[in-house]
């Protein structure tokens, strides 16, 4: 029952782009800190990487428990595993970099489940007519369905 329950909640968010950006973080901000000896020789170099690590941990935490931002999450974790490379050894000699592009874009692409189509049963279908001029000139569009929300 609780291995059902995971893969539910698993299957309802953007997981593994989340798990890479936390990944990405994690790389980026572990770099800097090294032994108190090698980071006052490296000053306040050090401070954008914990600050870009943290950040994509969050990024990565908020696409798993608010799925609805995962468009802006994603496209801000690409923009900082991207500003890491420069700013950061190389955004965690390029793990971090590769990982925090990876898992922004998989937040981006991600997509809820929809709702599944009933199953058309032979007798629940309405009669089809012959011309198309018999059709209602008041038949409502098609709704089209998007999880967040927009209207045409």
């Known amino acids: 029952m609780l291995l059902t329950r995971w893969r539910r909640w698993r299957r309802g968010r953007p997981f593994w782009g989340g798990l890479f950006a936390v990944l990405a973080g994690a790389e980026i901000c572990a770099l800097p800190l090294a032994p108190l000896k090698i980071m006052l020789q490296q000053g306040v170099a050090g401070i954008p990487s914990v600050l870009m690590g943290i950040v994509m941990i969050v990024l990565g935490i908020t696409a798993w428990f608010s799925p609805a931002q995962r468009s802006l999450a994603g496209v801000l974790t690409t923009l900082i595993a991207t500003a890491a490379l ?67």
Not at 88 to 97: Q, R
Not at 111 to 118: E, I, V
């Open 86 to 152: 420069v700013l950061s050894n190389l955004g965690g000699f390029l793990i971090g970099t590769l990982l925090g592009i990876l898992g922004g874009g998989l937040m981006f692409a991600w997509q809820p489940y929809g709702a599944q189509p009933a199953a058309a049963s032979p007798t629940a279908e309405p009669p089809v007519s012959a011309s198309p001029a018999a059709a209602s000139p008041t038949s409502a569009p098609p709704q089209n369905h998007d999880p967040q929300g927009a209207t045409p």
